[in-house]
């Protein structure tokens, strides 16, 4: 996989719509950082869009409240 379609990869995993939740270490090894995250639910699914088009918080699901123009807990 070449640089540019991993930095594209990564990306669009931290945009995806339907994430709640993110978790992040980091790791200093000589002179580079190590850096890893878990997604939940994961996103970057093949054949899948990124966010669906709509009016922001038409779709907030119960329990979240808007704060334009996103669905916050």
Same mark, same amino acid.
């Not at 270490?25 to 093949?46: L, W």
């Given at each position: 996989?070449?640089?540019?379609?991993?930095?594209?990869?990564?990306? &669009?995993?931290?945009?995806?719509?339907?994430?709640?939740?993110?978790?992040?270490?980091?790791? &200093?090894?000589?002179?580079?950082?190590?850096?890893?995250?878990?997604?939940?639910?994961?996103?970057?699914?093949?054949?899948?869009?990124?966010?669906?088009?709509?009016? $922001?918080?038409?779709?907030? $699901?119960?329990? =979240?409240?808007?704060? =334009? $123009?996103?669905?916050?807990?």
């Amino acid at each position: 996989m070449e640089n540019s379609q991993i930095k594209h990869s990564l990306t &669009k995993q931290l945009a995806w719509a339907t994430t709640t939740s993110i978790g992040c270490g980091v790791q &200093k090894c000589s002179n580079f950082f190590f850096v890893v995250c878990h997604y939940q639910p994961r996103g970057n699914v093949v054949n899948s869009v990124v966010y669906q088009t709509g009016e $922001p918080c038409s779709m907030c $699901p119960s329990g =979240t409240r808007c704060v =334009t $123009p996103l669905c916050v807990s």
